[in-house]
């Protein structure tokens, strides 16, 4: 304690996460967006330019970014949520091998989104037999939705044989009829 009663260590703890930007890469950013003013919304389009750097000049990236389709306002010129979190990655060729297997398998933003921080984070969900239920009855949604002709039969029959990949890679469980 000081003289006047107040902890010295209290007044220099710093509270929350460290700083992303530098007041530099803070006016940066404000200036190629001024509708922005969050902490968030600023880092990400630091993100997005440092990913968007590294990808721009790069044939095989023209998914995410490209140039001359930006240049012209074309809509779907560029992927800015998809890259912000790009931009998030360690390294130039870290951003380089992730955004090739993106451009290669061209999910949608969220999915992309969800691939890239599970990618960066190391964390993923538990597994759950409720989720898992519900991405594959969307699968099937997506998949009646694109192929009106097709049958409650095809359907059932197209299911039956992953159930039975699903045993092939897994082996038999007697949890196999187990309903959650």
Not at 34 to 41: A, E
Not at 52 to 58: A, G, V
Not at 84 to 93: A, C, N, T
Not at 109 to 130: C, E, F, H, N, Q
Request: proline share 3%; charged share 30%.
């Amino acid at each position: 304690m000081t003289g006047n009663g107040i902890s010295e260590t209290a007044s220099e703890k710093k509270r929350g996460r460290p700083k992303v930007l530098d007041a530099v890469h803070e006016q940066i950013a404000k200036s190629c967006n001024h509708d922005v003013r969050t902490t968030r919304g600023l880092q990400n389009i630091h993100y997005r330019l440092r990913a968007q750097n590294c990808l721009i000049d790069d044939e095989r990236f023209k998914w995410l970014c490209d140039r001359d389709a930006m240049a012209k306002g074309a809509p779907n010129a560029w992927k800015p949520g998809i890259l912000s979190e790009l931009g998030r990655l360690d390294d130039d060729e870290t951003i380089k091998a992730y955004a090739a297997r993106i451009c290669e398998l061209k999910p949608k933003t969220k999915d992309a989104i969800t691939m890239l921080r599970r990618a960066r984070t190391g964390k993923a969900p538990d597994a759950s037999v409720l989720d898992l239920t519900a991405r594959l009855c969307r699968v099937v949604d997506d998949y009646v939705a694109a192929h009106l002709d097709v049958t409650a039969r095809q359907l059932l029959v197209a299911l039956a044989n992953t159930r039975d990949a699903v045993e092939e890679t897994f082996g038999k469980s007697e949890e196999a009829g187990e309903v959650i």
